[in-house]
């Protein structure tokens, strides 16, 4: 939260329909996106999300100097995205700006350390602007008479951005060993087979050496179901991690479902394949024109253990890179395929040698009628003999 205090002047709430004010917010955190030192690889575009922008306008008219108590909680801030990330800034109405807001956010940097993600002073504003994976933001103003908690602020500006998503890398309680997830094309090729089969049920193969994985066994998988309309990966993966609202890491028990949560977050599990096939019929569910989605972990999580280890953030890292919280390896994050692998179960009815005799059939067969045809005129031109 960031304060600035100078004479009061009265003025009007802007939000979630201004679009010269939409416009502003999302330029300005773009823009500071980009003069990141050292550059990013893997920084988002920035994007206006309106529902974000209601969570932001309800909670600033509340006139709380204070986060929103809500944040963690699935569904209670944004239909998708569970935690949200926020931004507060609160100071006289005479001097505030968007940019001059984000600027204050961003001007933190000077207490970041980069190399060692540690902050000599306040600086979780500037990393949530910065923040690479988050992609979404909607933020209000409100003008308040006073504000709770703030003392001696009259008529103040009371500016709240909120931000999405964060899933790996934002658990609570935090991770000290989750491990960054890679793309894997041998476990795609497993959820693409098993996907195209459009049964609503978990694929049978995934503890049979080799048959799911040529390196991982047993392989991990997530389910998602539903009408075409409604499928995003976005969707399909938050519907997952929202699972969080049924499981209780201290007893490591759920409340309902909760294992396509604890896989997400499991943090051995390193590698991702997905697919989706798109159904006109689901067996073993009701759904038609379905959209199925699924993806295979490798290795598996969802023993019975916790998903992973508690304490700061990449303490278990075994002095791996930190990155967004999460322990990177560039050897272990190569994406490697074996180009010659894929499940037998899917493999087609006819194989190679089948291939090859289909192939082969019409020349035998011209072959044959031509010899059929020629046989009788060689007979005829040949010499008798005596």
């Known amino acids: 939260m960031f304060w600035r205090q100078m004479e009061p002047q009265p003025t009007t709430d802007r939000g979630t329909e201004d679009a010269k004010f939409i416009e502003d917010c999302v330029r300005a955190h773009n823009t500071f996106r980009s003069k990141v030192n050292p550059p990013a690889s893997n920084m988002f575009r920035m994007s206006w999300d309106a529902a974000l922008a209601k969570t932001a306008k309800a909670w600033a008219k509340k006139c709380k100097f204070k986060h929103n108590s809500y944040l963690k909680m699935p569904g209670k801030v944004h239909p998708t995205f569970t935690p949200v990330g926020e931004n507060i800034w609160t100071g006289t109405a005479t001097i505030f700006s968007v940019d001059a807001a984000v600027t204050d956010w961003f001007n933190e940097v000077k207490s970041y350390d980069f190399n060692t993600r540690a902050c000599a002073d306040m600086c979780g504003h500037y990393t949530q602007v910065v923040w690479a994976e988050s992609y979404k933001v909607g933020c209000a103003v409100h003008f308040c008479s006073t504000v709770e908690n703030f003392p001696g602020l009259f008529r103040a500006a009371h500016f709240v951005c909120d931000y999405g ?50 390196k991982f066994t047993p ?9 075409l309309s409604h499928f995003t990966v976005q969707a399909a993966i938050t519907s997952w991690y929202n699972e969080v609202s049924a499981y209780n890491y201290a007893t490591n028990n759920c409340r309902g479902t909760c294992g396509h949560y604890t896989q997400i977050v499991w943090a051995t599990s390193y590698k991702v394949g997905c697919a989706v096939h798109f159904c006109p019929s689901v067996a073993y569910s009701s759904i038609t024109k379905a959209a199925h989605f699924i993806c295979n972990y490798g290795p598996a999580g969802n023993y019975p253990v916790h998903p992973y280890k508690t304490g700061a953030a990449c303490s278990d890292c075994n002095g791996e890179r930190c990155a967004s919280q999460l322990c990177q390896n560039a050897e272990r994050d190569k994406v490697i395929s074996d180009s010659r692998w894929r499940p037998d179960w899917d493999r087609p009815a006819c194989d190679e040698y089948c291939i090859t005799v289909i192939a082969l059939r019409p020349l035998l067969l011209i072959l044959i009628i031509l010899a059929t045809w020629l046989l009788p005129k060689y007979r005829s031109i040949a010499p008798a003999s005596e």
Request: glycine letters at 6%; one cysteine or more; proline letters at 10%.
């Open 165 to 214: 998503p964060a899933f790996r890398s934002g658990v609570n309680p935090p991770a000290s060993n989750m491990l960054y997830m890679s793309w894997d094309p041998d476990l795609a090729k497993t959820a693409k087979a098993w996907a195209k089969k459009c049964l609503f049920k978990h694929n049978t193969y995934l503890k049979d050496p080799g048959q799911a994985h040529p």
């Open 219 to 227: 392989v991990g998988e997530n389910l998602w179901t539903g009408s």
